[in-house]
């Protein structure tokens, strides 16, 4: 079946960049989504891309897409003490097709 | 307020109880979601509808039933609770309208249920 890996923590100091990365076994994948998680709340998109694209910037953040790794990565650029939470990966083969996430990785960021 | 509401927020009860988790929402989505949260396991799906008529299972269904009171409606029941049904129970909402389906997920804030 599908499986969505990552490491489960990632620690930077304030302004460093942090880079957040992911495996997903189903070649089939359509779209790729990141995910945050704030202390004691729910999930909110960050970013997705689509699985014919390589690259995505918005703002701070960067998504890279290396398909014939089945290989994700978020770069956060200037990561600040905001940008501290659980940060999960996903995918799904169609938007007909529920997610599939991963473990998530708890980014702590040091003053 | 919150466009996905979960009710309780927090809910501490004894093994064997019945427990029911609810859930709506005003985004107008005709798709929701089940999924429990464990440390260092993620997200694991546990029911989902596609519509008001359909209910399907996810990856972790036993010991658990849910209901699709309306479209923006689906609750979670734990029959006899267990232990290790101890979580943080997400309900999420998608739309499969529009001219593009991402199937991109809308959380609550989630579900806190202890199970001594």
């Known amino acids: 079946g599908e499986d969505v890996e990552q490491s489960l923590f990632l620690s930077v100091r304030e302004g460093d960049s942090s880079v957040i990365n992911c495996t997903y076994t189903d070649s089939s994948s359509t779209y790729l989504y990141w995910y945050k998680q704030e202390p004691g709340a729910g999930l909110q998109l960050l970013t997705y891309?689509?699985?014919?694209?390589d690259m995505k910037q918005d703002q701070r953040l960067t998504v890279l897409l290396n398909k014939k790794d089945k290989h994700l990565s978020l770069r956060i650029a200037d990561t600040q003490t905001g940008d501290s939470a659980i940060y999960f990966c996903?995918?799904?083969?169609?938007?007909?097709?529920?997610?599939?996430f991963g473990k998530g990785t708890r980014l702590s960021v040091i003053a | 307020d919150a466009d996905v509401t979960q009710t309780p927020r927090n809910r501490i009860t004894k093994t064997g109880k019945r427990i029911m988790l609810e859930c709506s929402q005003t985004k107008g989505h005709d798709r929701m979601y089940w999924y429990r949260q464990d440390p260092g396991l993620g997200l694991r799906l546990i029911y989902y509808s596609f519509d008001v008529k359909d209910i399907n299972k996810g990856e972790i269904s036993d010991g658990y039933s849910v209901s699709r009171q309306a479209q923006a409606k689906f609750s979670l029941s734990l029959e006899s609770a267990i232990p290790n049904q101890t979580a943080l129970y997400f309900c999420?909402?998608?739309?499969?309208?529009?001219?593009?389906?991402?199937?991109?997920?809308?959380f609550g804030e989630g579900s806190r249920l202890t199970v001594l």
């Open positions: 891309i689509f699985s014919n694209m």
């Open positions: 996903a995918e799904t083969f169609s938007g007909n097709t529920p997610l599939v």
């Open positions: 999420a909402t998608s739309d499969s309208q529009g001219a593009l389906v991402t199937g991109e997920l809308f």
